[in-house]
């Protein structure tokens, strides 16, 4: 399994590369929403982690744009600033905009959790 890691803090991408190479999942990173569409062009992801804030455009808007792309791919919002309670973030998971939710700071167990399922 493949997994695109998006988060604009190098920190937090080398983190989640970490577990998921635990469970012997490849993954690739990009810090901003361009560096992402651009690995998407020529690879193939089954997840994502996304984070809500980028650099260049918001990550629900990243996530509707993987999401025309990519249908089936999996996508999961991490985020700092936002709850699992936030407006936003209950209407994209009800819409199916992504599948799961994490909040900075996260443990292990959250993220294996949510790849566990997918």
């Not at 167990?109 to 949510?114: D, N, S, T």
Request: aromatic fraction near 8%; charged fraction near 25%.
């Amino acid at each position: 399994m493949r997994c695109l890691i998006v988060d604009d803090e190098p920190d937090m991408c080398w983190v989640l590369e970490q577990i998921l190479k635990n469970k012997n999942v490849l993954s690739a990173k990009a810090t901003t929403a361009v560096e992402a569409l651009l690995l998407l062009e020529t690879n193939s992801f089954q997840i994502a982690f996304i984070d809500a804030k980028l650099p260049d455009i918001e990550g629900f808007e990243l996530a509707k744009l993987i999401q025309d792309k990519e249908p089936s791919m999996r996508l999961v919002m991490i985020s700092g600033f936002y709850t699992k309670d936030t407006k936003e973030v209950k209407q994209a998971l009800q819409k199916g905009l992504i599948s799961g939710f994490i909040s900075k700071p996260f443990n292990n167990k959250e993220v294996q959790a949510l790849f566990a399922s997918s």
